[in-house]
Nanobody, 129 residues
Framework: QVQLVESGGGSVQAGGSLRLSCAAS????????????MAWFRQAPGKEREVVAG????????YYADSVKGRFTISQDNVKNTLYLQMNSLKPEDTAMYYC??????????????????WGQGTQVTVSS
């Protein structure tokens, strides 16, 4: 079992920045003996959950949604077992609940929500104009 806890959300003005963190833990979670695909998703009211960014814990095959390319950066610290999402130049349309997700086996690409079996509870990001 893997537990994921997001933090770092908040309210900012358009053009501002936030850094989201996702702390991973659990008796079966180890980047030393296993690899995972980690991703950030977001969901705004009335809209479907969509992938924002993702990466293997090995560091390969970083993915970004077209809407965030050049503005968001996904990174990780495997010593701290933490995934990050640096969000710059935020826009009102970035407002959403942001979720961290993980899977031990990515069965398709680009990442889709149904591929992930571990989820955090989410952290709210609100961008005002």
């Amino acid at each position: 079992q893997v537990q994921l806890v997001e933090s770092g959300g908040g309210s900012v003005q358009a053009g501002g920045s936030l850094r989201l963190s996702c702390a991973a833990s659990g008796s079966t979670y180890s980047t030393t003996y296993a690899s995972y695909y980690m991703a950030w998703f977001r969901q705004a009211p009335g809209k479907e959950r969509e992938v924002v960014a993702g990466v293997f814990t090995s560091g390969i095959r970083t993915y970004y949604a077209d809407s965030v390319k050049g503005r968001f950066t996904i990174s990780q610290d495997n010593v701290k077992n933490t995934l990050y999402l640096q969000m710059n130049s935020l826009k009102p349309e970035d407002t959403a609940m942001y979720y961290c997700a993980a899977t031990e086996l990515l069965i398709g690409f680009p990442p889709q929500p149904r591929y992930f079996n571990y989820w955090g509870q989410g952290t709210q990001v609100t961008v005002s104009s």
